[in-house]
């Protein structure tokens, strides 16, 4: 098992842990930074004062009560749907490919894709607010157009890798998928 560090697109660090399981089995992870102790204090007192003061404008106890529930209820909210810890990316080559979303709650959120289904793996580009972002994603079959792509379907959007990652989890994945096209000596031509 091999971890390294990268960059996140917004700059925060990320870490990509490489697992080889079997020659045609391989798990990738990028587990993004923890939610920051400080960063949600800061926040949690800003909501508070703000209650405090319109609680001393007002003299009404209600205003306090309101905004501890709605604090607690937004956090519980946030670290349940909205923070990811982890994205692991699970591809075995007879059998497809797992994607895992694993939250800061402890929820954890799992597509798996037929290796059937799956045309290629690759990295794409996008233009977002000015800037060129690169993003990895699984192209499956169209059912209708062999030469076609029914759906892309992109893979770590929450901790957004820059390419020099992306560069890393792309190699590992195209040797896998490398295993099961078939060689020209396999299939009879020569």
Known sequence: MAERWFRSASGAPIALRRRQHSACCRELSVRCPRLQLRSLSAVTSAVWLAAYGLFALSENSMVLSAAIFITLIGLIIYLHFVKIDQESLLVIGSLG?????????????????????????????????????????????????????????????????????LIEVYKSCQEILEQRKPTPQASGIK
């Not at 690169?134 to 890798?161: A, H, M, N, R, T």
């Open 97 to 165: 490919i797992q994607v895992t979303s694993s939250y800061a709650s402890g929820k954890e959120s799992t597509t798996f894709i037929e290796m059937s289904q799956v045309k290629d793996v690759v990295i794409n580009e996008a233009i977002h607010m000015q800037e060129v972002i690169y993003y990895l994603c699984i192209l499956l079959w169209d059912p209708g157009d062999p030469e076609g792509v029914s759906e892309v379907v992109p893979l770590f959007q929450s901790s957004k890798p820059r390419l020099d990652c």
